[in-house]
């Protein structure tokens, strides 16, 4: 099978007054289809710029991200929506709704950003409100809903979509534990029910157990980890 992202001696710099921070360097990894891996790393190690590179959200010093066979650098800046919108679902640590809508409105608004039917594009956002168990809020807004249902809103949002590769940067961060724990079961849930391929950042290594693979940002390289064996360290992650 071949995979779906590639990621070839990337690295990422940027300009600082004493100098340039190279937050990580020549990082090669793969994502197959189906796999649901996790990025852990301390704060400030490169986890979110990672992602951002990843679903075209910035661009690499050096190096490259290959989707299937499209080189992500190639692609300008409408391009590059297009592409985040037909081909990538992200959900934040905040869920960014827009307070005005309805949470069936916010789902459906990656739809109605590509002009289509508004009636389709309810329907379809129908669907996934009840995909994360809130058809009954549909007609509330973000500000009526607790922390752990606006969380959910903005999954159904990410994947209303129906997107190839789910981007996921500290989905539960803002959450308490326990409803942390059930957004994390929701995630994993809907990845196993709707064959997803989602890449996560979380903090939680518990979380990070329970996913396919785990990769560690440290010190500027990537180091991958079996779930089973977070706690017995890591090992260097060589290109394959």
């Not at 951002?52 to 409408?78: C, K, M, R």
């Not at 979509?161 to 803002?174: M, V």
Request: proline share 4%; hydrophobic share 40%; net charge negative.
């Amino acid at each position: 099978m071949s995979p779906l992202l590639r990621v070839h001696g990337l690295s990422k710099e940027f300009a600082a007054p004493h100098g340039t921070i190279r937050l990580f360097d020549g990082l090669y990894f793969q994502i197959q289809p189906g796999e649901m891996v996790a990025v852990v790393g301390q704060s400030g190690a490169g986890k979110s710029t990672l992602l951002h590179l990843l679903g075209a959200l910035d661009i690499p010093t050096s190096g490259e991200v290959w989707f299937d066979d499209v080189n992500l650098a190639t692609l300008n800046a409408d391009r590059a929506a297009d592409f985040r919108n037909r081909q990538l679902g992200y959900v934040w640590q905040f869920h960014y709704l827009l307070p005005e809508f309805s949470a069936l409105e916010n789902v459906a608004m990656p739809l109605l950003a590509r002009d289509l039917d508004r009636y389709k594009a309810l329907k379809e956002a129908s669907y996934w409100l009840d995909q994360v168990e809130l058809g009954h809020r549909a007609s509330h807004r973000a500000g009526e809903l607790s922390g752990g249902e606006q969380q959910r809103v903005a999954l159904a949002r990410a994947l209303v979509t129906r997107p190839r590769l789910l981007l996921a940067d500290e989905p539960t961060g803002d959450l308490d534990n326990q409803t942390a724990e059930n957004v994390f079961n929701l995630i994993e849930r809907l990845h196993a029910s709707h064959g997803l391929t989602s890449l996560l950042v979380t903090h939680n290594e518990g979380f990070a157990r329970r996913c396919t693979r785990i990769l560690r940002l440290q010190s500027g390289r990537l180091l991958e980890e079996e779930p089973s064996a977070i706690h017995r360290g890591a090992q260097a992650f060589t290109q394959a």
